[in-house]
């Protein structure tokens, strides 16, 4: 298998469309399987369980996003570091980041996981799980705690592979993750009658085996670079998490949206509300995934340019990818806006009315987001690719944080339900505002450099 450090050509001087397609195209098909798996796992569950189940699982869902948080802000801080040492060949810094970002996310895996089960109803309550919600969000809670470890490992596992130069074994893997998952949950839920543990317990078997072969790779001693062979060095590891900050914080943004909107159309609306809300968002995440697949893609490959000072060949990329995430949110609008309906209707049939009306009239305003998250997503990635984590905090608290925190306090006042769901594409559109600033401000200093 080719190696990252065989590359270098392809990185530095081939055509940015030749890039994308070996780094972007295969993060994009496996985000889209990730897209699927949890749209069909939504529709099981709304389908065969019920509102009640489906909206005790996105209780849980900001959750297990604050530990994923931790996951990407070792990963894809260490992953920049990684690509940033291949492209300035330094090897040693490569091997001792990939080293040090796995024993980090060993320590706080294993630590999360017991700390959860300890306290898992106390939490699930505090989430805002009512008694209707309360059972099947506490079994959901259940079912993937014991596997907080292998789930976040596989993620690290996978984007080491993407930094490493193995972008297409990274797909194979994570589709076969997904596949594996999706039949898991079918046997689980539809088979056996587990009902939402059932759905979690898939998930966490299906990233079990994934990380067993990523690890064929990763663990591998026998590579230039393996997870085993470096050093836990300290400098190494703020350093990975001043740079995957940015991610973090997105991540923890987007959770911490969730939980707010849940707990505003609970009062709002009660638990219909919240099932509507949630069929909205399994919609939505599908689109975003697209835009993530793009980004996260990208980001080894501005790292090592920007390590090997390709200045101009990193804002061309990253102009490049501006056109593709613009083009792509405006194919998504349009088909929700047209076909909205149908996307609602997997999750709920006839017997559920007001949830169907609920969520299709959140759709068709929420679907705004689509025309200005995915060029977000790519300024949050890009800064993050090249080490400026405090630009990248900033847009991602305002979109996920700030902005929601204000239309939604404000906004349903005047406009009932429907502000909470005017309150997502606002957010986006004024984050977006200030992100082009910073953006101008980087590609400024960039050109200096160039110059000097």
């Known amino acids: 298998m080719k190696s990252h450090l065989d590359d270098r050509d392809l990185l530095e001087r081939s055509p940015v469309s030749q890039l994308f397609l070996k780094y972007a195209l295969p993060s994009v098909v496996t985000m889209l399987f990730f897209g699927i798996q949890n749209l069909i796992d939504g529709v099981v569950v709304g389908n065969h369980l019920g509102p009640d189940a489906l909206g005790g699982v996105n209780i849980i869902l900001p959750l297990f996003s604050a530990i994923m948080v931790i996951a990407l802000v070792v990963g894809i801080g260490s992953q920049t570091l990684v690509s940033m040492g291949l492209g300035e060949n330094n090897l040693t810094k490569a091997q001792d980041a990939m080293t040090t970002g796995f024993w980090s996310l060993v320590l706080v895996s294993l630590v999360a996981m017991v700390s959860l089960l300890l306290f898992a109803?106390?939490?699930?309550?505090?989430?805002?799980?009512?008694?209707?919600?309360?059972?099947?969000?506490?079994?959901?809670?259940?079912?993937?705690?014991?596997?907080?470890?292998?789930?976040?490992?596989?993620?690290?596992?996978?984007?080491?592979?993407?930094?490493?130069?193995?972008?297409?074994?990274?797909?194979?893997?994570?589709?076969?993750?997904?596949?594996?998952?999706?039949?898991?949950?079918?046997?689980?839920?539809?088979?056996?009658?587990?009902?939402?543990?059932?759905?979690?317990?898939?998930?966490?078997?299906?990233?079990?085996?994934g990380l067993a072969m990523s690890a064929s790779l990763t663990f591998n001693l026998k590579q230039r670079l393996s997870m085993l062979k470096g050093r836990l060095r300290m400098p190494l590891l703020i350093n990975a998490v001043y740079n995957g900050s940015s991610e973090g914080v997105s991540e923890l943004a987007a959770a911490i949206s969730i939980l707010i909107i849940n707990l505003t159309v609970v009062k709002m609306l009660g638990a219909d509300g919240v099932a509507a809300f949630t069929a909205i968002n399994y919609i939505n995440f599908v689109g975003i995934l697209l835009f993530l697949g793009i980004s996260d893609g990208l980001i080894p490959v501005l790292s090592y340019n920007y390590g090997a000072k390709n200045y101009?060949?990193?804002?061309?990329?990253?102009?490049?990818?501006?056109?593709?995430?613009?083009?792509?949110?405006?194919?998504?609008?349009?088909?929700?806006?047209?076909?909205?309906?149908?996307?609602?209707?997997?999750?709920?049939?006839?017997?559920?009315?007001?949830?169907?009306?609920?969520?299709?009239?959140?759709?068709?305003?929420?679907?705004?987001?689509?025309?200005?998250?995915?060029?977000?997503?790519?300024?949050?990635?890009?800064?993050?690719?090249?080490?400026?984590?405090l630009s990248s905090i900033i847009v991602a608290a305002l979109r996920g944080v700030v902005f929601v925190v204000i239309g939604v306090a404000l906004l349903p006042k005047f406009l009932g339900i429907n502000g909470v769901w005017i309150t997502i594409p606002l957010a986006e559109l004024m984050a977006l505002g200030v992100a082009c600033l910073l953006v101008l401000r980087v590609n400024k200093k960039f050109t200096h450099l160039h110059e000097s």
């Open 121 to 209: 109803e106390p939490l699930t309550q505090l989430m805002g799980a009512d008694e209707r919600l309360l059972p099947h969000a506490l079994a959901y809670f259940k079912g993937l705690v014991p596997f907080i470890l292998p789930i976040t490992l596989c993620f690290y596992s996978d984007v080491m592979l993407k930094a490493l130069g193995h972008p297409k074994f990274s797909m194979i893997i994570m589709s076969l993750v997904v596949i594996i998952n999706l039949v898991l949950s079918l046997y689980f839920v539809l088979g056996i009658g587990m009902g939402t543990m059932g759905a979690s317990l898939a998930t966490g078997i299906a990233f079990t085996i």
């Open 312 to 389: 101009e060949r990193v804002k061309h990329i990253f102009r490049f990818a501006a056109m593709v995430s613009m083009g792509i949110g405006l194919v998504v609008f349009i088909a929700l806006q047209g076909f909205g309906e149908y996307a609602i209707g997997l999750f709920f049939d006839q017997s559920n009315a007001r949830v169907f009306e609920l969520a299709l009239a959140g759709l068709h305003i929420s679907a705004f987001v689509f025309l200005m998250n995915g060029i977000n997503i790519l300024i949050t990635a890009y800064f993050t690719a090249l080490g400026q984590a």
